[in-house]
C-alpha cells in the first residue's frame, strides 16, 4: 500500500441530526407498553370520545414532547391500574422514557411529567376501551350471519313450493 494513501484523513462530513417530534412520542409509546399497571397513555374526555368512536392504534396519544439538539422534556397522560402504587409506576416510567430516549437518539431525557388522568380496573378499561366501530363492526358481521341465514330459509321455502307445485302437476 501506498503511504500517501493511509495517511489521508476523512474530510470532516459538517451536517446536523434532529429528530421530529413524533419519533420521539414514539420511541416513548412504544417503551411504555410494557410496564404493569400502566393501564393507557392518554388522557382526558376528549381523548376518550376519540378512542370510543374509532379504534386507533396510535402510541404517541397523550404524549407531548418539546425536542431540542440535545435534551427532550416529556409530558403524558395516563391511566393508572387501581391498586397500582403509582409512586412507583412514576419511577418506573421515568426510567423507561430516559432509558429508550438516550440509547435510541443519544438526547438527554430531563423532566418527565406524569399526569394521572384516571384510575380503573382492567375490567373497567377493557369495557371502556370498545369502541363505536368495534360494536358496529360486531354489529354488522351478526346482521350478515342473520341474513345469510334469512336467505337460506327463502331458498328452502321456493325449493319446497316448487317441488309441491311439481308433484301437484
Known amino acids: ?71 427532550v422534556a416529556v409530558d403524558i397522560d395516563i391511566v393508572a391500574e387501581y391498586g397500582t402504587n403509582i409512586s412507583k409506576l412514576y419511577d418506573q416510567i421515568k426510567d423507561k422514557i430516559y432509558q429508550k430516549v438516550m440509547n435510541m437518539t443519544g438526547l438527554e431525557v430531563v423532566e418527565v411529567n406524569v399526569n394521572v388522568a384516571d384510575v380503573k380496573t382492567k375490567e373497567e378499561h377493557e369495557k371502556d376501551s370498545t369502541s363505536l366501530q368495534d360494536k358496529l363492526s360486531h354489529a354488522t358481521d351478526h346482521l350478515g350471519k342473520n341474513v345469510k341465514q334469512g336467505n337460506e330459509k327463502v331458498k328452502d321455502n321456493i325449493q319446497e313450493k316448487t317441488e309441491a307445485k311439481n308433484r301437484v302437476e
Open 1 to 71: 500500500m501506498n503511504n500517501k494513501e493511509t495517511n489521508k484523513k476523512q474530510p470532516e462530513i459538517k451536517g446536523e441530526l434532529t429528530y421530529d417530534q413524533k419519533v420521539v412520542q414514539k420511541i416513548i409509546g412504544m417503551a411504555l407498553s410494557d410496564i404493569d399497571g400502566l393501564l393507557t397513555v392518554d388522557g382526558g374526555f376528549f381523548s376518550n370520545l376519540t378512542d370510543k368512536l374509532v379504534n386507533t392504534d396510535d402510541v404517541t396519544s397523550g404524549i407531548n414532547v418539546e425536542v431540542g439538539k440535545k435534551q
